[in-house]
C-alpha cells in the first residue's frame, strides 16, 4: 500500500470509531504501531482534526470532511456484484436508485477501474419478487422510515386471517422472502409478518415514537438473549449426553472392566 493510500485509510478508520488505539490502527493498515504515530503526527501537522496521544487512542473532531473517493478495482467490482445482487429483491425505487448512484460512481472511475468492473462476471437473474410484492415492500420501507403506523389484514401459512394495527421497524430479507418486524399493538409484542401474505395494507395518519421495549433494538437484544439462551440449553444437553456416553468409559465402570480384561488376556495375564 502506497504512503498516501495509507494515510487516507488511515483517516477513514479513525473517524469511523469514537476512539482507535494505535494497536488498532497498525493491526488493520498492516503496519507497526511507530508507523501509526508518524503517520498520524504528519495528519496533524497537516491540519487533520486528530485528537488524542500515543497510549491512550486517537479520535476525529466532528466537520472534517475527505475529499473525493476513489475506488480500486476490486472496491469497483465489488460494488457492482453488490448492486447486481441487491436489485432483483428490492423495491422498485431503491433498485433504481441503487442503479442511479451505481451509475454516477462508475462514470468516474479510471478507465481501467470501469472496465473491470463493468465486465464482472457476477449476476442475479431477475426471479422471486412479483410487481404486488416490491409495491407492497416500498409502502412497508416508507412507512417505517417516517414511523407511520400500519393496519394490515395478514393470513399465515395455515390460511388464518387477522387484523393488525403495528409499528413497523424494519424490513428483513431472508433468501426467499421479505418479512416485516413490528411491534403487533394487536397482540402486544413482537411479531414477524412475510411480506407476500399481507392480504390488505394500509398507511395509517398516526405516527408512533420510540418506546422503551418496543423498539427494533429491543427486538435485536430479545433475539439476542433468546439465542444466547439456546446455545446454553444446547451445550447443556451436549454435555449431559457426552457424559451419558461416556459413564462407562470411567474407572470401575462396566467398559472399563471388560476392557481391562481383554486388555490382561492379550497380554496373557487372565483375569
Sequence with gaps: MRRAERLFHLVQLIRGRRLSTAAFLAQRLEVSERTVYRDVAELMAQGVPIEGEAGVGYRMN????????MFTQ??????????????????????????????????????????????LAVYAPAVGLDDAVRRRLETLR??????????????????????????PLG??????????AAWCESRVGFR????????????GDERFRDEAGKTLADLFRRVEAEAEADAKAGAKDEIKS??????????????SGRRSARARRREGQGG
Excluded at 432483483?88 to 468492473?117: C, F, H, N, Q, T
Design 62 to 69: 466532528a466537520g472534517f470532511d475527505l475529499p473525493p473517493l
Design 192 to 203: 414477524s409478518f412475510r411480506v407476500d401474505c399481507i392480504a390488505e395494507l394500509r398507511v
Design 171 to 180: 424490513c428483513f430479507y431472508w433468501g426467499s422472502v421479505w418479512t416485516l
Design 74 to 119: 476490486d472496491e469497483a467490482k465489488a460494488l457492482v456484484a453488490a448492486v447486481r445482487l441487491a436489485q432483483p429483491r428490492l423495491d422498485a425505487a431503491l433498485a433504481r436508485d441503487a442503479e442511479g448512484a451505481l451509475s454516477k460512481i462508475i462514470a468516474v472511475l479510471p478507465a481501467a477501474a470501469r472496465a473491470a468492473a463493468e465486465s
Design 142 to 167: 416508507v412507512a417505517a422510515e417516517a414511523r407511520h403506523k400500519l393496519h394490515l389484514a395478514y393470513v399465515d401459512l395455515q390460511g388464518r386471517r387477522s387484523e393488525r394495527t403495528v409499528r
Design 242 to 255: 457426552v457424559s451419558t456416553k461416556t459413564a462407562g468409559l470411567k474407572p470401575g465402570g462396566a467398559a
